[in-house]
């Protein structure tokens, strides 16, 4: 079946450091690539997407582009702030599966002064 | 506009007992999913929702769970009896259209703690 694999946290950085947060993916077929962040007290949020292999997508200065020869979709940041303290979540999606998506476990990071 | 809004935010219970989540999605989204991440595990599909009808279940974990949307607009999730296992929070989604290029939406989740 299909699954997404995340790095385990926490992650604990300082400001202004580079972020990777890495995502491989386990599917049979091409499907969609997402990162959702869920920042304290709130419901996830879409931080961005890919829908097809060597796409990037971008958002409030994160990266994440769509290998698909290492089916990952690594998350990064080239300078994160104490407001990025949040869980992010990978998850994939296939076309024609309505919104059902596979999520993966979860990522804190902890950004700290 | 309103966003997906969940009830109760946390429920404790002891184990036995029964609990009812509510969901009432954003006005006019006729697709509402259920998700639960237990235990900081990934976050698992429970159920689809188009209007009141169930679209796909397949991620119902057993029959202790029961979902309803009647009339087409909140929905409800039952766990009768709760067991320890079935901790975790649960979240609500909802989207305007079934297909992957409507925005799915998802509300603050309710953290259930059975004990």
């Known amino acids: 079946g299909n699954s997404v694999t995340q790095m385990e946290g926490p992650v604990t950085l300082s400001e202004e450091a580079f972020l990777t947060i890495n995502c491989t993916y386990t599917?049979?077929?091409?499907?969609?690539l997402f990162w959702y962040v869920q920042y304290p007290g709130e419901g996830l949020q879409l931080l961005l997407k890919?829908?097809?292999?060597?796409d990037k997508g971008s958002n409030k200065g994160f990266e994440a582009t769509y290998r698909k020869e290492t089916t990952s979709f690594h998350l990064e940041k080239g300078s994160v702030q104490v407001s990025d303290s949040a869980v992010y979540f990978c998850?994939?999606?296939?076309?024609?599966?309505?919104?059902?998506?596979?999520f993966g476990t979860g990522t804190q990071l902890k950004v700290e002064l | 506009e309103a966003g997906v809004t969940q009830f109760p935010s946390h429920s404790v219970i002891e184990k036995g007992q029964t609990v009812t989540l509510r969901c009432d999605p954003i006005?006019?989204?006729?697709?509402l999913y259920w998700y639960r991440r237990v235990m900081g595990k990934e976050i698992k599909f429970l159920l689809h929702?188009?209007?009141?009808?169930?679209?796909?279940e397949s991620g119902m974990p057993n029959n202790r769970f029961l979902a309803e949307r009647t009339g087409g607009t909140y929905s409800t999730l039952k766990v009768q009896p709760a067991e320890l296992e079935d901790s975790g929070v649960y979240f609500c989604?909802?989207?305007?259209?079934?297909?992957?290029?409507?925005?799915?939406?998802f509300g603050n989740g309710t953290r259930l703690t059975v004990t």
């Open positions: 989604a909802s989207s305007q259209g079934g297909q992957g290029n409507s925005p799915l939406h």
């Open positions: 599917a049979t077929g091409y499907p969609s």
């Open positions: 890919a829908t097809k292999a060597d």
């Open positions: 998850a994939l999606r296939f076309t024609g599966g309505g919104n059902k998506l596979t």
């Open positions: 006005s006019g989204h006729d697709n």
């Open positions: 929702f188009v209007k009141e009808s169930k679209q796909d």
